[in-house]
């Protein structure tokens, strides 16, 4: 069954401390990887999407990161408008052109001032 | 720009008072999801449309219906709603996902208390 596990639930930092999220996910055949960033009552917006091992996307402060069986949302010296839920979701194998999207419980970040 | 557009963005309603939710995009995609997203949780896929074809997710309660009437707009109908109901509802689009991987375009939601 594919699953996403993230890590950690929620995340506390300094402007300026920069770290790292996790994603760990098992899926038969990974067809994409995507982060979406939301913000507390809007909906998801999309960042990232890997599709391979060794695969680095780049936007701002964040790069994401994959190997087999793990991706990473990198954050380097964050702001406070870096604050939000980071959701990490898994593609399984399309249904008739759809998207079933196996999502983590996301990871909830908060960058101090 | 183009978009996802929901509306309303809050509605309020009366336990078993029937409700509909709107959701429009204007990027001309196949395909439309509905999604339910409970506090602190992540999206819970509840049905899609690839052009008029429905496709309901197998535990998506009866309760939960929806309409495709054209390519720009989807309905999200719930019949009688409970108080288990109450969550935000997460309207996205995408182009067809056959030939490679698209991400998914979200509406800001619509926020729905039961009363």
């Known amino acids: 069954e594919d699953q996403v596990t993230q890590s950690p639930e929620a995340l506390r930092l300094q402007e300026g401390e920069s770290s790292s999220l996790n994603c760990s996910y098992t899926?038969?055949?990974?067809?994409?990887l995507f982060w979406y960033r939301q913000d507390p009552g809007k909906g998801p917006e999309f960042l990232f999407t890997?599709?391979?091992a060794g695969e680095e996307k780049e936007k701002e402060r964040l790069k994401a990161t994959i190997t087999k069986k793990e991706s990473f949302l990198h954050i380097t010296a964050p702001k406070p408008e870096d604050s939000a839920t980071y959701l990490c979701?898994?593609?399984?194998?399309?249904?008739?052109?759809?998207?079933?999207?196996?999502f983590g419980q996301g990871t909830r970040l908060t960058i101090n001032p | 720009d183009a978009m996802v557009i929901q509306n309303p963005r809050y509605q309020v309603t009366q336990f078993g008072k029937p409700v509909t939710l709107s959701c429009s995009q204007t990027?001309?995609?196949?395909?439309m999801y509905w999604y339910q997203q409970k506090s602190s949780q992540a999206p819970k896929l509840l049905f899609h449309?690839?052009?008029?074809?429905?496709?309901n997710e197998a535990d998506t309660p009866d309760n939960f219906q929806s309409r495709r009437p054209n390519t720009s707009f989807c309905f999200l109908d719930i019949r009688s709603p409970g108080l288990g109901d109450a969550a935000m509802y997460l309207c996205?689009?995408?182009?067809?996902?056959?030939?490679?991987?698209?991400?998914?375009?979200f509406g800001p939601g619509t926020r729905l208390t039961v009363t």
């Open positions: 996205a689009t995408s182009r067809d996902q056959r030939e490679a991987s698209y991400e998914q375009y």
């Open positions: 899926v038969s055949g990974l067809r994409g």
């Open positions: 890997l599709y391979s």
């Open positions: 979701a898994v593609q399984a194998p399309p249904i008739q052109g759809a998207q079933k999207l196996v």
């Open positions: 990027l001309n995609h196949n395909v």
């Open positions: 449309y690839y052009d008029k074809d429905f496709n």
